[in-house]
């Protein structure tokens, strides 16, 4: 059990850290406010952490990264129709982050589902 709760803390914790990153490129590549936009891609990437990390989904690590990021990034990319950045790249970087989120757990902390 204690490796399943550190694994939701890491997730956890590396969702916040993309969503800072996000939030920042938004800010300064977009011209995205950090109020309202940039702090709901801060939660949003949060909780994508915390759902990877408690998702007893089984497949592999890289499939199951993925998978929550297209699920997070398509709710999040039609939030952003009309707006910048374009929602495409809402959807690919989301992809990119739940990819990121599950192998750095996965395989630099050894923290597997």
Same mark, same amino acid.
């Given at each position: 059990?204690a490796? +399943? ?5 890491i997730?956890?914790i590396?969702?916040l850290v993309f969503g800072?990153?996000?939030?920042l490129l ?11 936009i ?9 909780v994508?952490g ?7 989904l089984r497949?592999?690590?890289a499939v ?6 297209a699920?997070f990034?398509?709710?999040l990319a039609i939030?952003?129709v ?5 929602p495409?790249?809402?959807f690919?970087f989301v ?11 996965? +395989?630099?902390?050894k923290?597997p589902?």
């Amino acid at each position: 059990m204690a490796s +399943k709760s550190s694994r939701i803390i890491i997730t956890t914790i590396l969702g916040l850290v993309f969503g800072v990153i996000c939030m920042l490129l938004a800010r300064f590549m977009a011209d995205v406010a950090f109020w309202p936009i940039g702090i709901s891609f801060l939660l949003h990437h949060t909780v994508l952490g915390l759902v990877i990390g408690t998702s007893s989904l089984r497949m592999h690590w890289a499939v199951h990264g993925v998978f929550w990021g297209a699920v997070f990034g398509v709710f999040l990319a039609i939030s952003c129709v009309g707006a910048a950045p374009e929602p495409w790249e809402i959807f690919i970087f989301v992809l990119i982050w739940g990819f990121l989120i599950e192998t750095l757990t996965s +395989k630099v902390f050894k923290r597997p589902q």
